[in-house]
């Protein structure tokens, strides 16, 4: 096999890895990456899934991935977890939802990137 096959068909296996459905923080193929508390900020401007429903006193993790993205509560209460501000690229970072009701958010990098958590 020559050294241009090797290389090509390394590239090939390569694309084919990173495409494929695995557990990071764009697999999971459930719908809910990783053990049913994550969401994950999409290279394709997306967060997933949304929206995420978990129980009261559960933690999200909120899922970066290589495209940089934060994380904006639309409303304020006493119950509201802390924003996630700046570019957060290769990084998970997670938050405590103690309070049933709906939470919505919005990244600010990205117009129209938003998602909500709903607590029961």
Known sequence: MSR???ILSA????ALAACGG?????GGGSGNPGNG????????????????TVNSGQNVTFAFGPVAHN???DSRNAATPADIPGNNANVSVDRAFTTPG???FHCTIHPGMAGSIVVR
């Open 4 to 6: 241009s096959t090797q």
């Open 11 to 14: 590239s090939f296996i390569l």
């Open 22 to 26: 695995g557990t990071g923080p764009y």
């Open 37 to 52: 508390t994550t969401v994950a900020a999409t290279a394709g401007l997306a967060f997933s899934p949304n929206p995420l």
């Open 71 to 73: 994380v904006t509560f």
């Open 102 to 104: 709906t939470y919505q």
